[in-house]
Each structure stands twice: as structure tokens, then as C-alpha cells.
């Protein structure tokens, strides 16, 4: 709104009709229509269930957006920071949606799977050091045999020649 020379700025979206009068001046009057900034949340989409997990919010510009409702499966659970960022813990395995929701923004969500941690998924990797152990283990028994055999006689040692 335009008072008296002042620019006042409204903070709506969506269509906003603006009116100019003046006296002796006919009336002008337009509506115009005011976009939606679209949110995008990023964050990762496979989680391990109790484990908390960071997600950001940013604008169409890239730049961080302060209070954006974060939902899981519609339920609230926070607000974004003055960095766009929010701490997220999900307690249970399952497939989520996670959304950002902002008045006068495009709504974000992903799509997040998350499954209960335990031991089972380190048994490739615990294999993988079993193995590497063993082949360690191997090696230096290996060097320790080889060691004691060149022990057994000493460098230098001359036999007597029978003639």
C-alpha cells in the first residue's frame, strides 16, 4: 500500500488488488498476483530408526528459510533455525514422508525409509575384518616358522671334509 508517498508492502501472497486515488485524478485500480516462493528440503532418504538426522531448508534462490513447519506423515515436529535446518528423529522403521510447509511457499516433502539398526547389517563388514585378521595371523606365523627353520644352522659354520 502506497500512503501519502510511503511504500507499505504486503506481506500476503496470492492476489492483492491495488487501488490509486487521488482527488481531481480518476481511479486506477489492478490486481496482481503474487507468486509462491517454492521450498526445497534436502536431507537423506534412507535412515536408521532412533538416530537423528538433519535436514535444511532452502528457497527457489538457494538462500535458507526460517520457520518452516517440518511434518512426518502430517504430524508436526518442528520448526526450521534461522539456518533453514532442522534435527529430525524417527523412532521406528517404516516409510515416511517428511515435508516442509511454509504460508505463501510451495510445500516440499521427501519420501524416507527407515529401518531398525542392528548387528546383521555389519555382518559383511565384520566378515571382511575376520578374514583380513586371519590372513594377518597366517603371515606373521609364517615369518615366525621361516625364522626359527634359518636358526637351526648358523651362517658361516663349516663342516669337517672326510677324506
Given at each position: 500500500e502506497i500512503n501519502n508517498g510511503e511504500e507499505v508492502v504486503?506481506?500476503?501472497?496470492g492476489n492483492l488488488n491495488l487501488v490509486a486515488e487521488k482527488e481531481y485524478y480518476e481511479k486506477a485500480a489492478?490486481?496482481?498476483?503474487?507468486e509462491n516462493k517454492k521450498l526445497n528440503l534436502t536431507g537423506k532418504d534412507k535412515l536408521n530408526a532412533k538416530e537423528i538426522y538433519?535436514?535444511?531448508?532452502?528457497?527457489?534462490?538457494?538462500?535458507p528459510?526460517?520457520?518452516?513447519?517440518?511434518l512426518i506423515n502430517s504430524t508436526f515436529v518442528g520448526t526450521t533455525d534461522i539456518n533453514g535446518?532442522?534435527?529430525?528423529?524417527?523412532?521406528?522403521a517404516g516409510n515416511y514422508i517428511i515435508s516442509a510447509k511454509k504460508e505463501c511457499h510451495d510445500d516440499?516433502?521427501?519420501?524416507?525409509?527407515?529401518?531398525?539398526?542392528?548387528?546383521?547389517?555389519?555382518w559383511p563388514w565384520l566378515l571382511l575384518l575376520l578374514l583380513l585378521l586371519l590372513l594377518l595371523l597366517f603371515?606373521?606365523?609364517?615369518r615366525s616358522k621361516k625364522s626359527q627353520e634359518s636358526e637351526g644352522t648358523p651362517a658361516g659354520v663349516m663342516t669337517p671334509n672326510k677324506i
Open positions: 504486503a506481506e500476503k501472497c489492478k490486481t496482481i498476483s503474487v538433519k535436514y535444511i531448508v532452502r528457497d527457489e534462490d538457494g538462500n528459510v526460517e520457520n518452516v513447519r517440518i535446518s532442522v534435527s529430525v528423529k524417527i523412532e521406528n516440499s516433502a521427501l519420501f524416507v525409509e527407515v529401518t531398525e539398526f542392528s548387528l546383521m547389517s555389519l603371515f606373521l606365523w609364517r
